[in-house]
């Protein structure tokens, strides 16, 4: 049983980390697409999840398409601010895959469009200023509230 954290193009080390850290907490596997804005060996890296990082079951993957190419056929979620439902409405399963985008310009648009029927957003306040939740907080919502309807499976 897991659940999969996919990180398009990340470009902050500290995201990555604390997304490291949470998957390693859960069991979950977490996928990073290149191009990356860092080395997996950057220091900043290793420091927002030194002592989980040996624990996470990452894969890279050398490109989105190259990614999508090998799980073809599997539930996918694209997240984001565009997302056509709210997180909340949709019912995870085991084995699906939350996509996530860099944290400067989000998944691309293409991808959004397509994924339209499997989009998911955090709500907001539409007066607010900010663009989007911090990445890794983001993805921590998205996965737990996936853990929560499966049960909490493995975790106590």
Known sequence: MSLHIVLVEPEIPPNTGNIARSCAATDSVLHLVKPLGFSIDDR???????DYWPYVKVLVHESLQ?????YEGRRMFAVTTKGRHLFTEM???DEDMFLFG???????????AEMADMSIR????ESTRL???????????????ALRQLGF????
């Open 153 to 156: 499976p493995g975790l106590r």
């Open 66 to 70: 190259d990614f999508l190419d090998e």
């Open 122 to 125: 955090i709500p907001m306040s």
């Open 91 to 93: 019912e995870y399963r």
């Open 102 to 112: 860099r944290e400067t310009m989000g998944l691309p648009r293409d991808l959004i």
């Open 44 to 50: 900043s890296l290793k420091r927002a999840g030194l």
């Open 131 to 145: 663009r989007s939740f911090n990445l890794a907080n983001s993805a921590n919502i998205i996965l737990f509230e």
